[in-house]
């Protein structure tokens, strides 16, 4: 009895230990998958999907007294609605953007206007090191660190007053110094590797 108690444990272990094996995910593969053609071809194209919507509420304080356009629509708006994709292949990269929530005025100092899909980013890059990068298309141009944050990466609600300026009902409508989006080449690089840490040297030329 005790023999046959001892053979009927060693079966189940043996048992345990086959079936183990076999659901390991380093013994299994697909029967429609290559493992030396995943391996390969993991790196060689990449692609990244992504979007935003960026509501907000607005109060501003009217003037009837000097214009007719100052706080008017007080309530909620909608500051973007961004959908893109970025990929790379190699040394060669694209980014294509569209926002849905273009603030088109009919002039300036005035209420009126409306809410228009435009194109952001159209672009194609080429870095064979991180010295040399070669942007073609249209681009945010590196003029100031403030613009050149990504507006999902924003500390507060808005960029700094003098680079964005003063828009719609906010009040005297009055251009900022940042630059928008521009159709040309760019030619920049850093001293520094994508995944270093610290200081660094970077270049930026644009024509």
Not at 23 to 31: F, V
Not at 144 to 165: C, H, I, K, M, Q
């Amino acid at each position: 009895m005790r023999l046959n108690r001892w053979l009927a444990l060693l079966s189940a272990i043996s048992m345990l230990t086959s079936s183990s094996a076999m659901a390991s995910p380093e013994h299994q593969h697909s029967p429609l998958e290559n493992p030396h053609l995943r391996e390969s071809n993991s790196s060689d194209l990449k692609l990244d999907f992504s979007g935003y919507i960026r509501p907000r509420f607005t109060l501003i304080q009217e003037d009837q007294n000097e214009t007719d356009f100052v706080g008017r629509y007080d309530g909620f708006e909608l500051s973007n609605a961004r959908i893109g994709v970025k990929g790379s292949y190699n040394e060669w990269g694209f980014k294509l953007t569209f926002d849905g929530a273009l603030d088109r005025r009919n002039g300036y100092n005035t209420s009126e206007g409306e809410i228009a899909v435009g194109l952001k980013d159209a672009y194609i890059t080429y870095a064979p090191s991180h010295w040399t990068t070669l942007t073609i298309g249209q681009y945010k141009p590196a003029f100031g660190a403030d613009e050149y944050t990504s507006t999902r990466n924003l500390l507060f609600v808005d960029r700094a007053l003098p680079g964005r300026g003063v828009h719609g009902v906010e009040g005297y409508n009055v251009d900022g110094t940042n630059t928008a989006r521009e159709v040309g080449i760019q030619l920049s690089g850093s001293s520094m590797a994508p995944d270093d840490e610290g200081f660094g040297l970077g270049y930026y030329f644009s024509f």
